[in-house]
């Protein structure tokens, strides 16, 4: 295995990703009771933008450094609108992030170095009644983990397939479990073959759990059939959200992303329709677009 998340912490995919899922978290803890989070690729957990990695591809200088502008007001090009509420909270837990690991940085000031993968996102999130169970396969990458979580004692980073993690902890002695699933698609169809049989197998355990599942767009075709499948799901409902960035003329590069939520917290929906457009005008580079469908939606009985 290849992937290193170090080479595109922060970039476009991540502000989707990591704004939904803390949407998702301060949606489940509307209610009392304790969650399992389980995060089953978990990266390294934590990243640096001044690294070689990241400075190879400047790959955040698309995504989060173009919508976190430090600056002084005076200072910054055009003021933007104020953000919808569950991108602000997410660009407030960034800045916090960073100026809690470089102190002084947080001024407005100083460009962002510092930057939070899923699982420390997470962990910051979580109540005492909650828990994080974050996999990891690479060694390297499982050991940083392991660090970046100590501070946390109910978040365990677990050297393990994280497909094999879906069986393993579900269904959640808490009663409630969001399950992210965010895979490196080295093999893009096998991928998609490891994520619908994880999803099914965690829904067959448990039924009401809630599956966030990130996946690439290169071409809009290439992504069909696996929202053909995904509509399939034995879930209530499942809802894609999708950004493009740049028209899917290329099947060399990223040029979108997606998410598909399988059983989405109550009026996500609306959030999320709050919020794509202003991704779509904050990240588009040309003729942005984003998309918001229900793939599959059970009527309330
Ligand atoms: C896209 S990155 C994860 C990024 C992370 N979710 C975030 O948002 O910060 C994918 C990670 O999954 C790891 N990985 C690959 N296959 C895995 C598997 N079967 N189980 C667990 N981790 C795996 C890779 O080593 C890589 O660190």
């Not at 989707?16 to 957990?45: C, N, W, Y």
Request: proline share 9%.
């Amino acid at each position: 295995m290849n992937y290193k998340h170090s080479f595109h912490a922060g970039n476009f995919a991540d502000v989707l990703k990591h704004m939904a899922l803390l949407g998702l978290i301060e949606a489940l803890q509307r209610k009392e009771a304790g969650f399992l989070l389980l995060d089953t690729h978990g990266g390294r957990g934590g990243y640096l933008l001044d690294s070689y990695e990241a400075q190879k591809t400047s790959e955040a200088a698309g995504g989060i450094l173009r919508l976190l502008d430090r600056r002084p007001v005076e200072q910054q090009p055009k003021r933007r609108q104020a953000p919808p509420p569950m991108l602000a909270r997410y660009l407030e837990a960034i800045d916090r992030f960073d100026a809690e690991a470089f102190p002084g940085s947080g001024s407005g000031i100083a460009p962002l170095r510092a930057y939070p993968g899923s699982p420390l996102l997470a962990a910051r999130a979580l109540r005492p009644q909650d828990r994080l169970v974050a996999c990891e396969l690479q060694p390297s990458e499982h050991a940083a983990l392991a660090k970046a979580l100590a501070p946390w004692p109910r978040a365990l980073a677990e050297l393990r397939d994280g497909y094999a993690a879906v069986k393993a902890q579900l269904p959640a002695p808490e009663r409630r479990a969001l399950v992210l699933i965010d895979p490196p698609f080295e093999a893009q169809e096998a991928e998609y073959d490891a994520i619908l049989t994880a999803v099914r197998e965690g829904l067959r355990r448990m039924p009401a759990a809630l599956f966030a599942v990130w996946f690439p767009i290169k071409r809009k075709a290439g992504i069909a059939r696996l929202l053909r499948r995904a509509a399939d799901l034995p879930a209530k409902s499942v809802l894609l959200a999708e950004l493009m960035v740049r028209p899917d003329d290329s099947p060399l590069r990223m040029n979108g992303c997606g998410l598909l939520l399988v059983n989405p917290p109550y009026r996500f929906d609306q959030a999320l329709a709050q919020t794509l457009p202003a991704l779509r005008e904050g990240l588009g580079e040309t003729l942005p677009s984003a998309r918001l469908d229900w793939l599959r939606r059970e009527e309330a009985a």
